[in-house]
């Protein structure tokens, strides 16, 4: 299989250059995902996730959204250097980072119903959120927090979930201290009652960041089903 072709480019916002790392499938694109960071920033697991999109056979896009900060890209255990960054964030800036990506889909000929996101910890909760907010082809939570109480200025999760306007899947590990199955479930029947597909995963062996393999809690058997699970609901609502 010929592997895909990755560059990393520079996206105008209105706040400056905003570094992205955009791979490229060897074929024709069935077509385009954005990817979205964890809380760690574009980091090498981001960037092979976004690989992993583009060997499907969709052109990947994935955004830094520290790209106001000059730390970018943080250890798993490095929370001193990154609490401040993190908290610079807001729905401006988020929003204004993600509709620079989807702006890059739309340059490349992918139009709105063959536009995905897929997000990781962080990545995860502007997933919802960006599913909440536009009419997308689809989109995929891995571990999006903030589901009872929304993060950096965001609506919780619960009030994206009744608002959601892009076919979704939540993939949610049931050992994450973070995300209390509960609040999964609560979000499961929010989800429910909305006029677009829904579905979410619960993996009972699962912690918080399960899918990076860069991390103590990856957990091959969860990850393995989860990524399958994407790249089906990917190619069945974009293709």
Do not use: K
């Not at 996206?11 to 694109?29: K, V």
Request: charged residues 20%.
């Amino acid at each position: 299989m010929t592997e895909p072709r990755a560059e990393t480019i520079e996206l105008f916002t209105p706040d400056g250059p905003m570094r992205t790392y955009l791979s490229h499938p060897a074929g024709d694109p069935i077509g385009g995902v954005v990817v979205v960071q964890e809380a760690f920033g574009l980091t090498g697991h981001i960037e092979r996730v976004a690989d992993a999109v583009a060997a499907a056979g969709f052109v990947a896009v994935a955004p830094s959204l520290y790209h106001r900060s000059e730390d970018q890209v943080f250890g798993y255990d490095d929370y001193e250097r990154l609490g401040p960054v993190i908290m610079r964030l807001t729905p401006e800036t988020i929003t204004m980072d993600i509709d620079a990506a989807l702006g890059e889909l739309t340059r490349l000929g992918h139009g709105a119903s063959s536009q995905g996101i897929i997000g990781f910890c962080l990545g995860g909760s502007v997933t919802l959120a960006t599913a909440a907010r536009l009419e997308l082809g689809a989109a995929v939570t891995f571990y999006g927090g903030g589901i009872s109480e929304g993060r950096f200025g965001m609506e919780s999760g619960l009030t994206s979930g009744a608002q959601l306007r892009t076919p979704w899947l939540g993939l949610y590990g049931d050992l994450d201290a973070h995300i209390p199955s509960d609040e999964v479930e609560q979000l499961r029947t929010v989800v429910s009652a909305t006029a677009v597909p829904t579905e979410i995963i619960r993996y009972a062996q699962a912690d918080h960041g399960f899918h990076c393999d860069d991390r103590a809690s990856f957990h091959q058997a969860s990850s393995s089903d989860a990524w399958g699970r994407t790249i089906e609901f990917l190619t069945a609502n974009l293709a």
